[in-house]
Nanobody
Framework: QVQLAESGGDSAQAGGSLSLSCVAS???????????MAWFRQAPGKSREGIAL???????EYAESVRGRFTISTNDDRNTLYLQMNSLKPEDTGMYYC??????????????????WGKGTLVTISI
């Protein structure tokens, strides 16, 4: 059974940094080498949006809203996904979700494209 578990959500002040992690389990080796993983977020009252993608080959994509401030990465066995968030803004507040899928995307995919989801971790940024 595939499971994704996020951690690291917290409160911070604008201009600060936070780091999120997501541990994936339950995949076979064949699925791991083809799996793409991504971070999504959902601000209060808004739709869920994709913000960063890590493809199975290690290449990455970012939404314009976070490019240059956030960095997505994985550990060597690609079972842990990270999101380093710098220069945080109040508009970065929201629930952050880790997701996994098996598509061939040229940009961060929409939420409907992902197959598995974590339960989310809350990030709150104050002025």
């Amino acid at each position: 059974q595939v499971q994704l578990a996020e951690s690291g959500g917290d409160s911070a002040q604008a201009g600060g940094s936070l780091s999120l992690s997501c541990v994936a389990s339950g995949y076979t080796y064949e699925r791991i080498i083809r799996r793409c993983m991504a971070w999504f977020r959902q601000a209060p009252g808004k739709s869920r949006e994709g913000i960063a993608l890590s493809r199975h080959d290690g290449t990455t994509e970012y939404a314009e809203s976070v490019r240059g401030r956030f960095t997505i990465s994985t550990n060597d066995d690609r079972n842990t996904l990270y999101l380093q968030m710098n220069s945080l803004k109040p508009e970065d507040t929201g629930m952050y979700y880790c997701a996994a899928g098996f598509g061939a995307w040229t940009r961060v995919p929409p939420p409907t494209a992902m197959d598995y989801w974590g339960k989310g971790t809350l990030v709150t940024i104050s002025i």
